[in-house]
């Protein structure tokens, strides 16, 4: 199995901070990587796909990059409605594995 | 507007098997390209994919989960299936269906049940 090492587990930010997320893949993945923000109680929401292709209707603030087996996902002006947990997720191959979250709250 | 909706028993006892349906709304799950999968969330932990069912009927599946899962699709009422054998307190969580395309996320994803496992 694939695994992937999110990084940082959580993490404290105020509105308007610039916040990085990185995601280490244990093999390559090519660029089949997924981003997903989840709220309490809610189902995730996919943000991006293919590591940096920008899902329909999602903020223009939320950008994905890739080097290798490193990603990560950057939201470049931290808003009150972006304090969630985000999750990444490869699907290169199966089994399709996801991180273990990054819980982004406010500081 | 695709929507996906789960439905099933929300207590199931242990050694029993959980069943779950999953019904599917503004498209066709037999419509090329798609995965249809089941995706769960142990209270308060990440999320693990259970396994997939691709459009062809192709079905994939968590090695960890594959002794024990079954996914199913009837095309007739649009909707797929999650069987899983023999739960124990380990599989109590919020169960989700979602939708995927063939090298995109799962871009469509039911609001998710939760299954509790005790007796």
């Known amino acids: 199995d694939i695994q992937m090492t999110q990084s940082p587990s959580s993490l404290s930010a105020s509105v308007g901070d610039r916040v990085t997320i990185t995601c280490r893949a244990s093999q390559g993945i090519s660029n089949w990587l997924a981003w997903y923000q989840q709220k309490p109680e809610k189902a995730p929401k996919s943000l991006i796909f293919?590591?940096?292709s920008l899902q329909s209707g999602v903020p223009s603030r939320f950008s994905g990059s890739a080097s290798g087996t490193d990603f990560t996902l950057t939201i470049s002006s931290l808003q009150p409605e972006d304090f969630a947990t985000y999750y990444c997720q490869q699907y290169n191959s199966y089994p399709l594995t996801f991180g273990g979250g990054t819980k982004v709250e406010i500081k | 507007q695709l929507q996906l909706q789960e439905s099933g028993p929300g207590l199931v006892k242990p050694s029993e098997t959980l069943s779950l349906t999953c019904t599917v709304s503004?498209?066709?799950?037999?419509?090329?390209?798609?995965?249809w999968g089941w995706v769960r969330q142990p209270p308060g932990k990440g999320l693990e994919w259970i396994g997939s069912?691709?459009?062809?009927?192709?079905?994939y599946y968590n090695p960890s989960l594959k002794s024990r899962v079954t996914i199913s699709a009837d095309m007739s009422k649009n909707q797929f299936s999650l069987k899983l054998s023999s739960v124990t307190a380990a599989d109590t969580a919020v169960y989700y269906c979602?939708?995927?395309?063939?090298?995109?996320?799962?871009?469509?994803w039911g609001q998710g049940t939760l299954v509790t496992v005790s007796s």
């Open positions: 503004g498209g066709s799950i037999s419509s090329s390209g798609y995965y």
């Open positions: 069912i691709y459009y062809s009927g192709s079905t």
């Open positions: 979602a939708k995927r395309e063939y090298g995109r996320s799962f871009e469509y």
């Open positions: 293919a590591a940096t």
